[in-house]
């Protein structure tokens, strides 16, 4: 099954930064799938990165706060913009299992603003 | 969008005891997963139930779905300490998690 690497692991921000999440899978992939996990809460999908078009975003999460890319089919980057302390949370890339059923997640990136 | 609703939210056991999860949705689901995530880790894939009616089992992992496809359900029979962690059920297709349940057990 697709195999993904995502990075940072972790960052401490400064309120008011940005930081950039990227997530490298080792197949080829139609959709990719972003998700914030709030501390103690479950995933909440934040958008679908899809090769060659605009990211689908989900209610409650804009483009402007969150920018998608997608420059080919095994890598995703988002952005999470002007960053405030309520957006401390992990975020997660996720992508189809490679024999259809279910979804393999990276290893997550554990954002802390300060 | 259609949501699905997970309880217990918290389950704490004895090591050998059972536990069950449920996952409800007031509409009917096409299909439903279940994932596994250890505490500090990622969402794991268990398994997708597709079928009304369908049991599915993963050694001591049973998962079910109801007969109206309206909800589901895993059981662990007598729990080991590898068992830790928040079990999430979700619908696919664009995979929307419900609450999860936290499993923790005394040794």
């Known amino acids: 099954s697709a195999v993904i690497s995502q990075k940072p692991s972790r960052d401490i921000c400064q309120r008011g930064t940005s930081l950039t999440i990227q997530c490298q899978v080792d197949?080829?992939?139609?959709?990719m799938f972003w998700y914030r996990q709030q501390p103690g809460q479950s995933l909440t999908l934040i958008a679908t990165?899809?090769?060659?078009?605009?990211?689908?975003?989900e209610s409650g999460f804009v483009i402007d706060k969150f920018p998608i890319s997608r420059p080919n089919l095994t890598f995703s980057t988002l952005t999470v913009s002007n960053m405030s302390p309520e957006d401390s949370s992990i975020y997660l890339c996720?992508?189809?299992?490679?024999?259809?059923?279910?979804?393999?997640f990276g290893s997550g990136t554990r954002l802390t603003v300060v | 969008g259609q949501q699905v609703m997970q309880i217990p939210q918290y389950q704490h056991v004895q090591e050998g005891e059972d536990f069950t999860t449920y996952c409800n949705s007031s509409?009917?689901?096409?299909?439903i997963q279940w994932y596994k995530q250890r505490p500090g880790g990622h969402p794991v894939f268990l398994i997708q139930?597709?079928?009304?009616?369908e049991v599915k089992k993963q050694k001591r992992l049973t998962f079910q779905f109801g007969e109206a496809k309206k909800n589901s359900s895993l059981h662990i029979t007598a729990t080991q300490t590898t068992d830790v962690g928040t079990y999430f059920c979700?619908?696919?297709?664009?995979?929307?998690f419900g609450q999860g349940t936290r499993l923790t057990i005394n040794p």
């Open positions: 996720s992508v189809p299992l490679t024999y259809g059923y279910g979804y393999t």
């Open positions: 197949s080829q992939v139609t959709m």
């Open positions: 990165a899809n090769q060659g078009s605009e990211a689908t975003y």
């Open positions: 509409t009917t689901l096409s299909n």
């Open positions: 139930l597709v079928k009304s009616g």
């Open positions: 979700g619908r696919a297709q664009k995979l929307v």
